[in-house]
């Protein structure tokens, strides 16, 4: 139980590690009008069988990993390779050294991850160590991405508080549905088609004024 709650507080989408501070592609879609209110629980259902199930699988495969001892050096380049988007792929590498270090200070145990680590993998690292099962850390995982790219959305659009907490409820099943899938992917096998957000990363330093780092 202990280690459910460290899990719940890893998850916490205001977790210091500087998420609030990326839209991974985001405001550029809503600056340039591939993203509206009306089409947003479509696009995050759309976006947790897509882009956030190549992370499941990874988060998974890392999960693994901790649970038998082995490094994760190889997951990294795969996915650093499966990222085109430069700005998501840094994006993702600088959450994963600031959750790096966070953990080491937290509990150095947990933090046996190269310096150069994606978020998802770190996380999925920890959740192994913590000796939780693989389904409760993919699924935390993804529960925080989802809030946070709702969080995103919650500060470029009219998208109220109670109308984000429905969103976000009625989402729940889609990302128990993503975690199942993973089960029976294999990280040779993960495939992603998530066009928008990556043009959009790639577009997001060519925008006038921006809220977001990425």
């Given at each position: 139980m202990t280690n459910l709650l460290r899990l719940l507080q890893l998850a916490d989408s205001a977790l210091p590690v500087g998420g609030l501070a990326h839209s991974f592609g985001l405001e550029t879609m809503i600056e340039e009008g591939d993203l509206a209110l009306s089409g947003l629980f479509s696009f995050l259902r759309d976006l947790l069988s897509e882009g956030l199930l190549l992370d499941a699988v990874f988060c998974r495969s890392a999960h693994l990993r901790a649970e038998r001892g082995e490094t994760i050096d190889d997951l990294n380049a795969r996915l650093s390779a499966l990222k085109l988007a430069r700005e998501s792929r840094e994006a993702s590498l600088a959450l994963g050294r600031r959750f790096s270090a966070l953990l080491a200070t937290l509990d150095p145990s947990l933090a046996v991850c190269p310096e150069a680590t994606h978020f998802v993998l770190a996380f999925g690292y920890a959740g192994g160590r913590l000796g939780l099962g693989a389904d409760k850390t993919v699924a935390a995982f993804l529960h925080q991405s989802v809030t946070s790219a709702?969080?995103?959305?919650?500060?470029?659009?009219?998208?109220?508080?109670?109308?984000?907490?429905?969103?976000?409820?009625?989402?729940?099943?889609?990302?128990?549905?993503?975690?199942?899938?993973?089960?029976?992917?294999?990280?040779?096998?993960?495939?992603?088609?998530?066009?928008?957000?990556?043009?959009?990363?790639?577009?997001?330093?060519?925008?006038?004024?921006?809220?977001?780092?990425?």
């Open positions: 709702i969080s995103v959305c919650q500060r470029l659009l009219r998208l109220g508080q109670l109308e984000a907490a429905q969103v976000n409820w009625d989402l729940k099943p889609s990302i128990v549905e993503t975690t199942a899938k993973s089960v029976h992917l294999a990280i040779d096998e993960v495939r992603s088609f998530a066009h928008l957000p990556e043009l959009g990363s790639m577009r997001h330093p060519l925008l006038p004024t921006r809220l977001f780092v990425s």
